[in-house]
């Protein structure tokens, strides 16, 4: 079994920083792109950003110039830098990753989410 773990949510205030990570274990082949999606209270889940294996980024617009993505191939782990985070950020992340079981087969992973709450 594959598992995604995130860690790093909590509550601050607007304009503050917080450093989202996510880290695969179990046994795989390889970890493909890596994504952030949230979902608010009431709304639909929505895609953050994504990382390739590459490096290659995308970001929603809402996020671009204050949102980061990484990831370090050699702990298994993704990262979201989220500066100067609004209220309307709030929101449970969640981690998402393409995990190849083999050079051919990959499995769509979810994390469990982690809360982030930013107060006004």
């Known amino acids: 079994q594959v598992h995604l773990v995130e860690s790093g949510g909590g509550l601050v205030q607007a304009g503050g920083s917080l450093r989202l990570s996510c880290t695969a274990s179990?046994?795989?082949?390889?970890?493909?792109?890596m994504s952030w999606y949230r979902q608010a209270p009431g709304k639909q889940r929505e895609l953050v950003t994504f990382?390739?294996?590459?490096?290659?980024?995308k970001y929603a617009d809402s996020v671009k110039g204050r949102f980061t993505i990484s990831r370090d191939n050699a702990k298994n782990t993704v990262y979201l830098q989220m500066n100067s985070l609004k209220p309307e950020d709030t929101a449970v992340y969640y981690c998402?990753?393409?995990?190849?079981?083999?050079?051919?087969?990959?499995?769509?992973?979810w994390g469990q989410g982690t809360q982030v709450t930013v107060s006004s």
């Open positions: 998402n990753a393409g995990i190849g079981l083999n050079p051919i087969d990959e499995l769509d992973v």
């Open positions: 179990g046994s795989f082949f390889s970890i493909n792109a």
């Open positions: 990382i390739t294996n590459g490096g290659r980024t």
